[in-house]
């Protein structure tokens, strides 16, 4: 994918990831805060419906106190109700209103009712308000009157409380069909003689079952005649347990959903637990932000439901303008921010693709190429500058490093010449002395031991001099002969089957038997018989020479030596012991160098080429192995190396012989 479409991805992701963050969290909170709004109107409606309804009720107890204070209500408890009187009080009862409107004395017993059947005798003292009025309080409430009750209070009145209940989605079951009990606004007061004692009571009431008028009364004082959508903007409802008596919720066919009822969730909310709800709710036609709060008879008993709801469209709708309203800003802030993005990108990208480019050709070897500086940002336009002077310091660099190689190229093969020729002249040189020099040293010893006659002391010493001396020479001389194999390449290992200890150890302590009688050392020689390896026995004899050699020359005098093989985890190792002075912990990392000679006072005397261990680490490496010295210093030296051989099982840990 190219870095233009890597950053347009990148830029709209950011861009529509905060786009959409915005428009979610604004989103949210619109739709959070309309419908808190539109909760909080309904929770206002609710208390404003049931102030109409204490009103209502205040409005009941007052009439039926100014009916208590008629002269001839008290004539008419203490003698039998006259007909005069009961159409005077029947045409204040149709004025104001009431379904029932009645009088009891003292002890509870009806002397007068105002509808037909005009029935008395029977007894109010279980009614709460009644009660409490023949106790001398005035008071009033919602009560329950069954279907008898009704019946005595008006032959009307049990058909206007009769309800069948009407299927209803999400109500909870109940075994009964209908209700016949109606719920009514519940006043009554005391009537008092002159003496202020009570005689009886007066007490009516309005029957909420079917009372349109008062429902949308109510709507009326709560809402005015405000509509939304063609309906009633809100709604009432008055439920008697959980059906509904009076309401202006209309079914799909326009008619009054009377009959219907409450869902089970607020059932068990409010008409159970007793508690408000307040949520959306779908009320037989439509979604409402509703309000239901319980009932309660004076007893305190909950007996039905008062119930004010919304329709939820209009906050939808008033929702959606005002998301129409903060999308709009936001998505022409989002087109703004898409075309900046593709434009920045593009600003971006262009330069930065030619410097990708330049780089490339740059790393490929093209020191002349340089990127398109066409104007842009200003920080790219300083990374274009800084790429072009990098690229011609580079080129400059390279021109100067080609022309030092070439420099250094003429005087490395100058170099490589001399170093040839030098080294063809040391080993012609080297090679032309090691014969006379093995004569001076025949000679030489011939006259020391007295075969040419006998010498007095003096001369002996002499002759001993002139022959160690001479032998130095023949070790040094060996030393660069083989150190200009080694640096010519010619030094191969021509490996063979080589029988250890008969073709390698033996003819080398052969060979230094008068090295080692002279420092009057004992060597031990525990290299099994038989022990084959696949090696050059004539370099193996130079490692073994150097080695022993070494330890007679460095070890204590009149000390041990050994020489000792093994096979272990695939490889022969061989190790030369020696009693002495040893190397000093610091000294052992520098021993197998070129020309190294070590520092020490007790080996500083003695001479040497500082060619010999490196000569060993040369052969034996050519022989795909490993060379490593161990000391302790002032004791012993052990030197170790080993070379593939053949495969045979790890013997028991070794220490170094003692002293």
Known sequence: MKLWARLVIAFLFVVLLLGGITVYTGSTLIEGTVRREAQHRTELDLRSARVQIDRRLSAIQDFVEYTARRTFVVPALQDKASQEVRLLLERDRLRWGLDALSICD?????????????????????????????????????????????GAEGTELPRQAF???????????????????????????????DDGKVLGAVYGG??????????????????????YGGKDLGTVTIFLWDVRIATNVRTAQGD???????????YDRVLESGDRWHARAFVVTDWYISAYEPIRDPRGKTIGIL?????????????????????????????????????????????VSELVTASRRLADGDLNYRPNSAKSLPELDRLMSAYTQMADAIRQRDLDLRREHAELATSNERLTQLNRNYMEMLGFVTHELKNPLNSVIFSAAALRDGYLGSLNDKQKDSAERVVRNARYLEEMIAHYLSLSRIEKGEMKAEKRSTDLRREVVEPILNQLKSNIDQARMHVENSVPEGLVLVADPALLRIVLDNLIGNAAKYGREGGRIEVRAACMDGEV??????????????????????????????????????????LCREIVEKHGGRIWAESNYGQWAEFNFAVPGPAAPAGPPRTPPQA
């Open 106 to 150: 003292l002890g509870g017993k009806v002397v007068l009712r105002t509808r037909h059947p005009y029935k008395t005798g029977d007894n109010r003292t279980l009614d709460p308000v009644v009660e409490k009025a023949l106790k001398g309080e005035a008071a009033h409430g919602i009560v329950l009157l069954y279907a008898d009750e009704l």
């Open 163 to 193: 309800i069948s209940f009407v299927p209803t989605d999400r109500a909870k079951p109940r075994p009964e069909t209908s209700e016949s009990s109606g719920m009514m606004l519940w006043a009554a007061v005391p009537v008092r003689g």
């Open 206 to 227: 309005v029957l909420l079952t079917r009372n349109w008028d008062m429902v949308d009364g109510f709507r009326d004082m709560v809402f005015g005649d405000e509509k």
């Open 573 to 614: 190792r061989v190790s030369v012991w020696n009693e002495g002075e040893g190397v000093s912990s610091e000294n052992l990392p520098k021993l197998f160098g070129k020309f190294v000679r070590l520092d020490q006072p007790a080996t500083h005397a003695r001479k040497g080429t500082g060619l010999g261990l490196f």
């Open 307 to 351: 119930y004010v709801g919304i329709l939820e469209q209009k906050y939808n709708d008033l929702r959606n303008r005002i998301l129409a309203s903060f999308y709009t800003p936001i998505g022409i802030a989002i087109a703004l921010s898409v075309v900046f993005s593709l434009v920045l990108a593009r600003t971006i990208a262009k330069p």
């Open 256 to 266: 009054r959903a009377i009959g219907t009822r409450v869902s089970a969730e607020v």
